[in-house]
T-cell receptor, first 114, second 109 residues
Framework: DVKVTQSSRYLVKRTGEKVFLECVQDMDHENMFWYRQDPGLGLRLIYFSYDVKMKEKGDIPEGYSVSREKKERFSLILESASTNQTSMYLC?????????????FGEGSRLTVL | GQQVMQIPQYQHVQEGEDFTTYCNSSTTLSNIQWYKQRPGGHPVFLIQLVKSGEVKKQKRLTFQFGEAKKNSSLHITATQTTDVGTYFCAASYGQNFVFGPGTRLSVLP
């Protein structure tokens, strides 16, 4: 079974802190994604990557950056956390081939910024 | 960016009743996926529809893709308490998937 592991289930940070959210997948998937989920808004794409060292902006990239140095790992970085970044963050991966494969999600990281 | 509408936002049904959620786009889709998220869980893939007019069934679940590939529906026959959760459609416009806001289903025993 595909496993997507997110490093932290719950985090509490203060405004202005730098936040790292780590995601690792164990099925050799080319594609990895970071979403945030807020009530009533569904899942919104922050960044995605179709290959190592490659990254593309999603629909809401402002305030975020990503890193993909290794195929299995995709990190989301909040350079200076703000209260409006309090949310559930979901990492996902899929096989190569663009947007036509099943997305496998991690358990999510619930971030609270005070 | 592209937006995907999904209705209803909430649905409360008595166990045994049917349930339908609808997903609509103003532009033609490449394909569409459906996901289920249980309370406290993460989204889990249910199905992908690619062809115009396609209908797929999974036990009590029936998925349909519109003829114009602009809308889709998920129908659950005779709901059970295990069907509780939020159902999301994810529409592909070519590069990535855009998720609908979801329909939260409650099933009263």
């Amino acid at each position: 079974d595909v496993k997507v592991t997110q490093s932290s289930r719950y985090l509490v940070k203060r405004t202005g802190e730098k936040v790292f959210l780590e995601c690792v997948q164990d099925m050799d998937h080319e594609n990895m994604f970071w979403y945030r989920q807020d009530p009533g808004l569904g899942l919104r794409l922050i960044y995605f990557s179709y290959d190592v060292k490659m990254k593309e902006k999603g629909d809401i990239p402002e305030g975020y950056s990503v890193s993909r140095e290794k195929k299995e790992r995709f990190s989301l970085i909040l350079e200076s956390a703000s209260t409006n970044q309090t949310s559930m963050y979901l990492c996902a991966s899929s096989r190569a081939g663009g947007p036509s494969g099943e997305l496998f999600f991690g358990e999510g990281s619930r971030l609270t910024v005070l | 960016g592209q937006q995907v509408m999904q209705i209803p936002q909430y649905q409360h049904v008595q166990e045994g009743e049917d349930f339908t959620t609808y997903c609509n786009s103003s532009t033609t889709l490449s394909n569409i996926q459906w996901y289920k998220q249980r309370p406290g869980g993460h989204p889990v893939f249910l199905i992908q529809l690619v062809k115009s007019g396609e209908v797929k069934k999974q036990k009590r679940l029936t998925f349909q893709f519109g003829e114009a590939k602009k809308n889709s529906s998920l129908h659950i026959t005779a709901t059970q308490t295990t069907d509780v959760g939020t159902y999301f459609c994810a529409a592909s416009y070519g590069q990535n998937f855009v998720f609908g806001p979801g329909t939260r289903l409650s099933v009263l025993p």
